[in-house]
């Protein structure tokens, strides 16, 4: 398995934007979570989800960002309007049976200008 | 409310040396606890993941320890390699449903 997949790698965009980040998750796992990491907060769960419905969406920062799993192999984390303040790499993770062992993508390293 | 500090920031040793790394909680009613290491530009890589059953996992040189009670986890690193130079993250779960908080992490460089 090529592990989790996420896109794209970087990501520049300017503010009032909308901005669509992708993950596929390894094939078979049942959890996938998204996280954002900054130097200041370090790194944070968004939301998760379990069989692709969303299970705990409190850590999103507000109802600029949203969620979707429409299939086991597939999510999106879409914030609209971008704003500067949302600059921070972006990870999707997935994990069989429970949220232990975690498997993390490469991030998408997003800056709003 | 949970929260996770681990000391140091940073760290900085030559190669060979045998180094721990500090993870504190202050909520010790944890499900478990977990090690990761980040790559520059990369994902996270879990290490070692403990059960709140138990005090120790092993992984070749890496060791980490568990003490619920004072809310302290230790990840012991022996014989150090230039590729070991990382960041280290702990996390710590709850319960089984629960969500992770991460510590802040600690930035180690071996030096050859």
């Known amino acids: 398995d090529a592990g989790v997949i996420q896109s794209p790698r970087h990501e520049v965009t300017e503010m009032g934007q909308e901005v669509t980040l992708r993950c596929k998750p390894i094939s078979g796992h049942d959890y996938l979570f998204w996280y954002r990491q900054t130097m200041m907060r370090g790194l944070e769960l968004l939301i998760y989800?379990?069989?692709?419905?969303?299970?705990?969406d409190s850590g999103m920062p507000e109802d600029r960002f949203s969620a979707k799993m429409p299939n086991a192999s597939f999510s999106t984390l879409k914030i609209q309007p971008s704003e500067p303040r949302d600059s921070a790499v972006y990870f999707c993770?997935?994990?069989?049976?429970?949220?232990?062992?975690?498997?993390f993508g490469a991030g998408t390293r997003l800056s709003v200008l | 409310k949970q929260e996770v500090t681990q000391i140091p920031a940073a760290l900085s040793v030559p190669e060979g040396e045998n180094l721990v790394l500090n993870c504190s909680f202050t909520d010790s009613a944890i499900y478990n606890l977990q090690w990761f290491r980040q790559d520059p530009g990369k994902g996270l890589t879990s290490l070692l993941l403990?059960?709140?059953?138990?005090r120790e996992q092993t992984s070749g040189r890496l060791n980490a320890s568990l003490d619920k009670s004072s809310g302290r986890s230790t990840l012991y690193i022996a014989a150090s390699q230039p590729g070991d130079s990382a960041t280290y993250l702990c996390a710590v779960f709850r319960t089984s449903y629960d969500k992770v908080i991460f510590g802040p992490g600690t930035s180690l460089s071996v030096i050859p």
């Open positions: 403990i059960q709140s059953s138990q």
């Open positions: 989800f379990n069989n692709n419905v969303p299970i705990d």
């Open positions: 993770a997935s994990s069989s049976h429970g949220k232990n062992i975690q498997y």
